[in-house]
């Protein structure tokens, strides 16, 4: 029995796309990426700042970084995403392209095109790359999903008034609410 022919696609790919197209690659995989809306950039926004202020305010060596930016999750040419949002502790991962390897956390903020490649694929993808905690806000429903990577895929799922621990940072607690 033939098997299908089934398209592989490169980092040279997404390179290649029409100006102002953006897509993701997993696993060989071209994903298209929608513009965000408003409500997904003020989040975006908003929790990056937070962020941001907080590792400022303690001296860090963190980074945040919001899309697009590229993160090179293997060392192959056939993972290539955007997170909404990336923190990165190790500089060594970084140079003019973006970031090569795992970063140390994720924010993504689901769109409702597509809200199940965060909660499936990317959630594999970022736990087997190495990421130590994931979160997967998701406006329509006003909820958080944390994934803490490091203590064995412990989960918790917060509502956007909860205060939310962040698992990297001992001592930082995010209200989304409390950010608009």
Same mark, same amino acid.
């Given at each position: 029995?033939?098997?299908?022919?089934?398209?592989?696609?490169?980092?040279?790919?997404?390179?290649?796309?029409?100006?102002?197209?953006?897509?993701?690659?997993?696993?060989?995989?071209?994903?298209?990426?929608?513009?965000?809306?408003?409500?997904?950039?003020?989040?975006?926004?908003?929790?990056?700042?937070?962020?941001?202020?907080?590792?400022?305010?303690?001296?860090?060596?963190?980074?945040?970084?919001?899309?697009?930016?590229?993160?090179?999750?293997?060392? $192959?040419?056939?993972?290539?995403?955007?997170? $909404?949002?990336?923190?990165?502790?190790?500089?060594?991962?970084?140079?003019?392209?973006?970031?090569?390897?795992?970063?140390?956390?994720?924010? =993504?903020?689901?769109?409702?095109?597509?809200?199940?490649?965060?909660?499936?694929?990317?959630?594999?993808?970022?736990?087997?790359?190495?990421?130590? =905690?994931?979160?997967?806000?998701?406006?329509?429903?006003?909820?958080?999903?944390?994934?803490?990577?490091?203590?064995?895929?412990?989960?918790?799922?917060?509502?956007?008034?909860?205060?939310?621990?962040?698992?990297?940072?001992?001592?930082?607690?995010?209200?989304?609410?409390?950010?608009?």
């Amino acid at each position: 029995m033939a098997l299908a022919n089934i398209n592989s696609y490169t980092i040279d790919d997404i390179y290649a796309l029409p100006e102002g197209q953006r897509a993701e690659l997993i696993d060989g995989k071209l994903y298209n990426m929608a513009p965000p809306s408003t409500s997904h950039q003020r989040i975006v926004f908003r929790l990056s700042s937070a962020i941001n202020n907080y590792i400022q305010q303690k001296s860090g060596a963190c980074e945040v970084f919001i899309s697009p930016f590229a993160v090179f999750l293997n060392e $192959d040419d056939r993972n290539y995403v955007e997170p $909404d949002i990336c923190i990165i502790c190790d500089n060594n991962k970084l140079d003019d392209c973006g970031c090569h390897g795992a970063p140390d956390w994720i924010i =993504e903020v689901t769109s409702p095109s597509d809200p199940q490649r965060d909660y499936g694929i990317k959630l594999f993808k970022y736990r087997t790359a190495g990421v130590r =905690e994931y979160w997967i806000v998701n406006p329509q429903k006003k909820t958080v999903m944390v994934y803490d990577f490091e203590k064995e895929l412990l989960s918790n799922q917060y509502n956007f008034d909860d205060d939310i621990p962040v698992c990297i940072y001992n001592d930082l607690v995010i209200n989304i609410n409390k950010l608009f």
